[in-house]
């Protein structure tokens, strides 16, 4: 089992940027997917991206274009760099991991949630 823990997150003006990172703990972080997710107020939590061990990766829709997710194995972090940020963008980021992809992809990864990191997008 693998430890997450979220961090990065802020207040950003639209435009903006922000880069939120996951730094893991316990288990060999290379073999697992990861997945950054949000949970906006009064809304299901949801897939943002996606990367597989081996550096594959997906990203939902309302973010391609602008968000990058990246992972570096020798600090055991996962990156995910938001630019272009909306105030549509607001909510609680969270990492999660699981060995089996398709589980990150449809957002039921049988990692622990942490307390995520709150991205606040607005002027």
């Known amino acids: 089992q693998v430890q997450l823990v979220e961090s990065g997150g802020g207040l950003v003006q639209p435009g903006g940027s922000l880069r939120l990172s996951c730094a893991a703990s316990?288990?060999?972080?290379?073999?697992?997917?990861m997945g950054w997710y949000r949970q906006a107020p009064g809304k299901q939590r949801e897939l943002v991206a996606a990367?597989?061990?081996?550096?594959?990766?997906n990203y939902a829709d309302y973010v391609k274009g602008r968000f990058t997710i990246s992972r570096d194995n020798a600090k055991k972090t996962v990156y995910l760099q938001m630019n272009s940020l909306k105030p549509e963008d607001t909510a609680v980021y969270y990492c999660?991991?699981?060995?089996?992809?398709?589980?990150?992809?449809?957002?039921?990864?049988?990692?622990?949630w942490g307390q995520g990191t709150q991205v606040t997008v607005s002027s």
């Open positions: 999660n991991a699981d060995r089996f992809y398709d589980r990150v992809v449809v957002g039921n990864p049988r990692g622990s």
């Open positions: 316990g288990s060999i972080f290379s073999i697992y997917h």
């Open positions: 990367i597989t061990s081996g550096g594959s990766t």
